[in-house]
């Protein structure tokens, strides 16, 4: 199944990577059973807010850095270049200015958001699912 996730998605799964849980979420985010995308975007995100996922998870800097690269190794980057078309139309339904970049990602791959941010489902045209329904509706 093909998936565009949520840079909060990740940063949670970073957070618990570092607490030593495990989770549906850090499952499936090394589940064959999935293809996961982002914007580009998504890393330089993450590397921004290293400082805070760190205190948060009690990662050392060198493990946020192998984990970032592992999950970079399982999130295919779409290019800003790719996601210009579909900027209007994602900006036109995003509930999130925050979020538009994701969800241009989703309509250019035609594919559902992996999201826990309830408000993203206000909008009918891109479909958001969160870990749970993930599971649940797909069997992942």
């Known amino acids: 199944m093909k998936l565009v996730i949520d840079a909060n998605e990740l940063f949670s799964a970073l957070v618990s990577h570092g607490r030593g849980r495990t989770t549906k979420k850090v499952e499936l985010l090394y589940s064959a059973a999935v293809e996961l995308y982002a914007p580009s975007l998504l890393f330089d995100e993450l590397r921004r807010n290293k400082r805070e996922i760190m205190a948060k998870s009690g990662l050392s800097g060198g493990d946020f850095d192998r984990l970032l690269a592992l999950f970079q190794s ?67």
């Open 74 to 140: 399982r999130i295919k980057p779409v290019p800003e270049r790719e996601l210009r078309a579909k900027l209007r139309e994602a900006d036109a339904i995003c509930p999130d200015p925050d979020d538009t970049a994701y969800f241009a990602a989703a309509l250019h791959l035609g594919c559902p958001i992996w999201s826990g941010e309830e408000k993203l489902k206000r909008q009918k045209r891109v479909p958001v699912l969160n870990t749970r329904e993930l599971v649940e509706q797909h069997g992942l």
